[in-house]
């Protein structure tokens, strides 16, 4: 690879993976668009809905760059509490006009109820990016913003109720780690979701992908960013990445349980799910 991984120690891999999105922080989200041609927002929301959170779910969001769970979660949130709230008012018809507004604007004022976000990501530029877009979209309530390493997590034992990495995964040096710490903070009960690029096992589709991969998107790269390395590298870390029963079976290593997976577009990327009891 133009990395040449197979000789650089994991410390240098790590720096060379972070230079990598401190140099495309800035055009992260309009590549991500491009290279997808917007597909990745089907599957970001794909992947809110499989994990369903209900008010008073709190959520780390490891490897969450420029924010995309930690938003859509919270719109899924703010609805589930809207139709909360809806079904309430409906169950007290014989309450007063004053006292259903009350209590409308009472849970108005948390809209959130007592939901939270935590982004967690290894690079200042993607998170600033991240922070940048969130002040101008109107995100701030129950959103919280924590440089930190996957391997490493700055938090306590037992805290989050889920656990996200959404096109994260495959970046870490020690994915082993990664997911010994995803276990570590998740409560017991807590829930592991990875949502990443995969293998495609049909030849035909394979081979057209190899070559949308290897041909266009280091193109699209250097017209979009001015950066072919980047995105060369995106696409060499997407082939290197275990393909789906390998990461279930390192996710059951790692001690969770319920293991499970579900191939998005072929398998183009895959969704993989397991619980901590
Ligand atoms: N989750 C976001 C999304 O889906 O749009 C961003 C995905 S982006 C492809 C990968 C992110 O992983 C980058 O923001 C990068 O900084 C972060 N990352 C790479 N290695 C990491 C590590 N060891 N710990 C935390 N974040 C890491």
Known sequence: THFGFQTVTEEERREKINQVFESVAKKYDVMNDSMTLGIHRVWKDILVHKMNPSPGTLLLDVAGGTGDIAFRFINYVRSARERQLQRKLRSHQNLSWQEISESYQEEQC?????????????????????????QYLGYSEGLSWVLGNAEELPFNDDKFDVYTIAFGIRNVTRIDLALQEAYRVLKPGGRFLCLEFSHVSNPVISRLYDLYSFQVIPVLGEVIAGDWKSYQYLVESIRRFPPQEELKAMIEEAGFFKVDYQNLNLGIVAIHSGFKL
């Open 110 to 134: 948390k809209p959130l109820g007592d939901s939270q976000v935590v982004v967690c990501d290894i690079n200042k530029e993607m998170l600033k990016v991240g922070k940048q877009k969130a």
